[in-house]
């Protein structure tokens, strides 16, 4: 079982839709989680983090954790085709992060 | 200028060939890693640094090697190529700058090609 599993979509949605992102992982120790942005030909870049469970909120981003169900996710509100991405959760393990494989999100005008 | 640079960004070599990536920072990080990203499998860990005299092997690092040359300085080295080396390679460096929480930059990554 992978430690960190992730839908890789794509998922297409139109401009202004609600997106709703999803990972779910197997290890219970895991503390924080975050959320990366990855635009075409550019690097990962820290977008949320969230520690233990709850939400957090950032302008049109909000991000979950439900740590009884090892399920985080990251939604979207009014998405923009600049949302237009790959976006990876990841989770710290102990000075290392593990990586979710990247959903593929598109919006259109 | 950016934070985390690589070189170079793209590089097409043959079998049996070595070859070197590199990558330099100036956030002043101690943390240095290598990635590499393939689809569907997302970014898996080759080698990491948490500082000049510390290296540590990472989830795949067969095939790979590293030297931490400065704190600025970290580079991967393919001893002999193979193709499914063929890969977009990431360079990060990690920090506590935000809050209390260590957060990894990564570098614009370098697309490698080995035929």
């Known amino acids: 079982q992978k430690e960190v599993e992730q839908d890789p979509g794509p998922l297409s949605v139109p401009e202004g839709a609600i997106v709703s992102l999803n990972c779910t992982y197997s290890n219970s120790a895991f503390q924080y989680f975050m959320w990366y942005r990855q635009y075409s030909r550019k690097g990962p870049e820290l977008l949320m983090y969230?520690?233990?469970?709850g939400n957090k909120e950032d302008g049109r981003f909000t991000a979950q954790v439900d740590k009884s169900s090892k399920y985080i996710s990251l939604f979207i509100r009014d998405s923009q085709p600049s949302d237009s991405a790959t976006y990876l959760c990841?989770?710290?393990?102990?000075?290392?992060?593990?990586f979710g494989t990247g959903t593929r999100l598109q919006v259109f005008p | 200028d950016a934070d985390v640079t690589q070189t170079p960004r793209n590089r097409i070599t043959k079998t049996g060939k070595r070859i070197m990536l590199e990558c330099s920072q100036t956030?002043?990080?101690?943390?240095m890693y290598w990635y590499r990203q393939d689809p569907g499998l997302g970014l898996r860990l080759i080698y990491y640094?948490?500082?000049?005299?510390?290296?540590n092997k990472g989830e795949i690092s067969d095939g790979y090697s590293v030297s931490r040359q400065a704190q600025a300085k970290f580079s991967l080295s393919l001893e002999s190529a193979i193709p499914n080396q063929t890969a977009l390679y990431f360079c990060a460096t990690s920090g506590l700058d935000r809050g209390s929480q260590e957060t990894q930059y990564f570098g614009p990554g370098t697309r490698l090609l080995v035929l």
């Open positions: 640094s948490f500082d000049v005299k510390d290296i």
């Open positions: 990841a989770l710290d393990n102990t000075d290392k992060l593990i």
């Open positions: 956030k002043g990080h101690d943390r």
């Open positions: 969230t520690y233990s469970s």
